[in-house]
């Protein structure tokens, strides 16, 4: 099967399988059954073994998966041949934030710049990463040869950022802006609206609650 096949949240699963994983391989557990990975992610067994076929990835199941074995199967599936670079857009708290809670984690995606445009921001390495004149977006991600952008900017000026990142050439966009962004054909963009998914949390809290009261 092609990865282009695998449906969305399959992919959203593998990467949480993953940091389950290699958390488990650090703390010297060498195997696991279906049912206790499935424990750890809130799901069912059926639906990681689901998974799991889904991909091609086989086992013993007498001993469990081998967490060393299917950490370097999935990593197959979910990681370039080549690290990828990304910029964050926007260098306020939020994308400190990102910034600071990343970088570190060990994967194939590392962030390398960020670009802002107050100037007491620009010139300056900002946990870690120099952050960019947003006057010289196209040339810089050409330079730095980022794939991927995160956008932390104020929600107001979302939209004018389409524009630019289409010219520079980036393929992949991640929107934490409160404004939902469309993008030409060929550009991945997966819009995150931290308000969206609180009132998704406090609608089904206020359900229970009622529930609870019957």
């Given at each position: 099967?092609s990865?282009?096949?695998i449906p969305?949240k399959?992919?959203?699963?593998?990467?949480?399988?993953?940091r389950?994983?290699m958390?488990?391989h650090?703390?010297?557990?060498t195997?696991?059954?279906?049912?206790?990975?499935?424990?750890?992610?809130?799901?069912?067994?059926?639906?990681?073994?689901?998974d799991?076929?889904?991909?091609?990835?086989?086992?013993?199941?007498?001993?469990?998966?081998?967490v060393?074995v299917?950490?370097?199967?999935?990593n197959?599936i979910?990681?370039?041949?080549?690290?990828?670079?990304i910029?964050?857009?926007?260098?306020g708290?939020?994308?400190?934030?990102?910034?600071?809670?990343f970088n570190?984690?060990?994967?194939?995606?590392?962030?390398?710049?960020?670009?802002?445009v107050?100037?007491e921001?620009?010139?300056?390495?900002?946990?870690?990463?120099?952050?960019?004149?947003?006057?010289?977006?196209?040339?810089?991600?050409s330079s730095?040869?980022?794939?991927?952008?995160v956008?932390?900017?104020?929600?107001?000026?979302?939209?004018?950022?389409?524009?630019?990142?289409?010219?520079?050439g980036?393929?992949g966009?991640?929107?934490?802006?409160s404004?939902?962004?469309n993008?030409?054909?060929?550009?991945?963009?997966?819009?995150?609206?931290?308000?969206?998914l609180?009132?998704k949390v406090?609608?089904?809290?206020?359900?229970?609650?009622?529930?609870?009261?019957?």
């Open positions: 099967m990865n282009n096949n969305e399959t992919i959203e699963r593998l990467s949480e399988y993953r389950t994983l958390n488990l650090r703390q010297g557990i195997h696991i059954f279906s049912h206790v990975l499935a424990g750890m992610q809130g799901i069912t067994a059926v639906q990681v073994r689901r799991l076929m889904l991909i091609g990835f086989s086992s013993d199941t007498k001993k469990g998966y081998d060393e299917l950490i370097d199967f999935i197959g979910l990681d370039s041949p080549t690290p990828m670079n910029a964050v857009i926007g260098m708290h939020l994308g400190q934030a990102i910034t600071r809670y570190g984690k060990g994967l194939n995606l590392k962030i390398v710049a960020a670009f802002d107050d100037p921001k620009v010139g300056q390495t900002i946990e870690e990463i120099p952050c960019y004149s947003m006057d010289d977006f196209e040339a810089d991600v730095l040869d980022i794939n991927i952008a956008l932390s900017c104020p929600s107001r000026i979302a939209s004018d950022l389409v524009v630019p990142i289409v010219n520079a980036i393929k966009v991640l929107n934490f802006t404004k939902p962004l993008f030409p054909l060929g550009i991945v963009v997966e819009n995150y609206d931290i308000t969206t609180l009132e406090a609608y089904f809290v206020k359900e229970n609650e009622e529930n609870n009261e019957m």
